[in-house]
């Protein structure tokens, strides 16, 4: 992006109209760090889910989980990893409690929920569709 500036003296037009292209440049810019993964999309600077352009809710556990997920899309990641990722390491329950929490993002995605996939005896990834 270029910088704009007004040099002294300056009439409130002109002024205006510097403002007001700004104003529009900046209408058109993307946020970056939102990550988009087939029809999904995880904005966590406001901490928003979409799916097909539709806003969904998700807990806090669950959204930390797909966050994980997208960031390493494709990548099969332990129920031990993502325990480790959330709950820290001092973690002293059983590793199943991901899978109910996956469960629940799996409803909540709804039509996106076959992006995340299963691996047997490995862990949970996302996929593209």
């Known amino acids: 992006m270029t910088l704009s500036y007004v040099v002294k003296p300056f009439s ?4 205006y ?14 946020r ?3 990550i988009m993964v087939g029809s999904i999309k995880l904005d ?9 352009d539709k806003e969904v809710v998700l807990a806090p556990i669950e959204f930390a989980i ?10 099969v990641l ?14 002293e329950g059983n590793d199943r409690v991901v899978d109910n929490h996956i469960k629940k993002l799996r409803q909540a995605l709804g039509s996106a929920s076959s992006q995340v996939k299963t691996v047997f005896k490995k862990g949970y990834k996302l996929e593209e569709r």
């Not at 700004?22 to 810019?29: D, S, V, W």
């Not at 332990?78 to 973690?91: A, V």
């Open 32 to 34: 970056t760090g939102a």
């Open 12 to 15: 409130l037009a002109e002024l």
């Open 78 to 91: 332990s129920r031990e990893s993502l325990l480790t990722k959330i709950w820290g390491y001092d973690f």
């Open 17 to 30: 109209a510097k403002v007001t292209a700004l104003l529009k440049r900046a209408k058109g810019m993307v």
């Open 66 to 75: 797909l966050k994980i997920l997208m960031e390493n899309r494709g990548k």
């Open 44 to 52: 966590p600077y406001r901490c928003m889910v979409m799916v097909d």
